[in-house]
């Protein structure tokens, strides 16, 4: 049988210190959530009772009308109960989208969502977007869709406004728990729809999009020192032909800076005259990577014939991280709703296949490549992108801070200055 309660998630405050008040439904084990358009702070809010208590001002006219979304949504249920139809949660949920969005008439503007597929398909054959960014999109498609469900709202080209922008903005915030560059894929890909329907359909989009911020944070991420890349290069997996082959592979990215997808498919085709040459399928273009100690030792090991990569490479990794002994602790701070969160965390826990990326970029500037040669070899457009895969830089740091401060004047320095009148000379 269905039910509904009304709730608050207490620790999801925004900024302001208030929260949501949602309206769950809820059907044997499956359940739904959706938004009710009013906030409160968590200390106004009565859970015994599902309303707000009566030291907030205003308690009166806010429960009433939440008294009143959930009378709507219980008879939504007896209506489907009435027709002979179980209220699940997917019944449920496509009678209640249906009750609460307009049909599309010819004064509406056109519904934005309809326009998708055909607008992902433009992108593959204009722009040819790899798997990766479909995939992307695809994503972004089903989040949109939810956001209308949860907040009864219906995306149209001529409603994509202000007010619009904000409950998105506190959906993908509040509700998912989005960190500030997951929102700001969501609104590039809405925008982008936009302007390939006005510039390929002419179609009238309300400009105000146009405004429509994309937030942004750095992403946590590690790269290697040189130490910790010694380690793995060194670790003993004589035990496990499967660890020795990830590790050698993951070695090859990290002394060519080749993303995953590119160094999986190095063939000796690839390998000219002490080059690397290849083909990247993300910016497809052609990059040469000269060999180094790293490379060649790997690629003389597999005479040229590099392994295949496992299913489970960034599982695998993780192990030959752990046995390396990258075990010391690191603090890991993430951004999910758009508020700060430290963890700590093992460093080896940390280590991926696009560590490989970073630890090249670090690891070559540290040791004097320029950032614009660096570029060359990563295919960054500009130095703020590129810098942005500078990590571990704290030794370099300390070193050029302390080689700066690390001397103090003599009595000779005083003498000096005293004799050039810098100082004045002491009274008797």
């Not at 208590?53 to 008879?75: R, V």
């Not at 490479?313 to 993780?318: I, V």
């Not at 070899?377 to 990590?391: D, Q, R």
Request: glycine share 4%; with cysteine.
């Amino acid at each position: 049988m269905g039910k509904t309660r009304l709730f608050i998630r207490p620790n999801a405050v925004n900024r302001f210190g208030t929260t949501s008040i949602y309206i769950r439904y809820s059907h044997n084990d499956s359940q739904i959530d959706y938004s009710t358009n009013e906030m409160i702070e968590p200390r106004f809010w009565d859970s015994r009772l599902q309303q707000v208590k009566k030291s907030f001002k205003g308690h009166s006219g806010i429960n009433n009308y939440l008294q009143e979304f959930k009378s709507k949504m219980d008879d939504l249920k007896r209506q489907l109960q009435m027709k002979g139809i179980e209220p699940t949660v997917k019944n449920f949920k496509e009678a209640y989208l249906k009750q609460n969005s307009p049909q599309q008439t010819e004064t509406k503007s056109p519904y934005a969502l309809d326009y998708w597929e055909q607008f992902i398909k433009f992108e593959i054959e204009t722009k040819r977007i790899v798997k990766g960014t479909q995939v992307h999109y695809k994503a972004s498609y089903n989040v949109l869709k939810d956001f209308e469900t949860f907040t009864s709202t219906r995306i149209e080209f001529r409603n994509l406004d202000n007010n619009l922008y904000n409950k998105l903005l506190f959906y993908l915030y509040e509700s998912r728990d989005n960190n500030p560059n997951t929102v700001s894929g969501r609104i590039k890909h809405l925008k982008c729809l936009c302007e390939w329907a006005v510039d390929t359909l002419q179609i009238q989009v309300n400009p105000a999009y146009k405004k429509y911020i994309r937030p942004s944070c750095e992403s946590f991420s590690v790269s290697l020192s040189r130490e910790q890349l010694d380690k793995i290069y060194l670790a003993d997996l004589s035990d496990s032909k499967k660890l020795c082959e990830v590790r050698d592979l993951f070695i090859i990215g990290c002394a060519s800076a080749f993303r995953y997808s590119d160094f999986k498919e190095l063939t000796p085709a690839h390998i000219k005259a002490n080059h690397i040459v290849k083909f990247v399928n993300k910016t497809k273009s052609e990059i040469k990577v000269p060999l180094n100690a790293y490379s060649q030792a790997v690629i003389s090991k597999y005479n040229g014939v590099l392994p295949k990569a496992p299913a489970k490479f960034n599982k695998l990794l993780k192990e030959v991280a752990k046995r390396a002994g990258l075990t010391e602790m690191v603090e890991v701070i993430t951004m999910p709703g758009g508020r700060v969160k430290k963890e700590q965390k093992e460093f080896y826990k940390l280590v991926a296949s696009h560590v490989a990326r970073r630890s090249w970029a670090t690891q070559s500037v540290a040791n004097g490549v320029s950032i614009p040669i660096s570029m060359k070899i990563t295919g960054h457009k500009t130095p703020k992108e590129f810098l942005k895969y500078i990590k571990n830089t704290e030794q370099a740091i300390d070193s050029a801070v302390t080689k700066a401060w690390n001397t103090l004047p003599t009595n000779e320095d005083k003498k000096e200055n005293q004799t050039q009148g810098n100082v004045p000379a002491r009274r008797v």
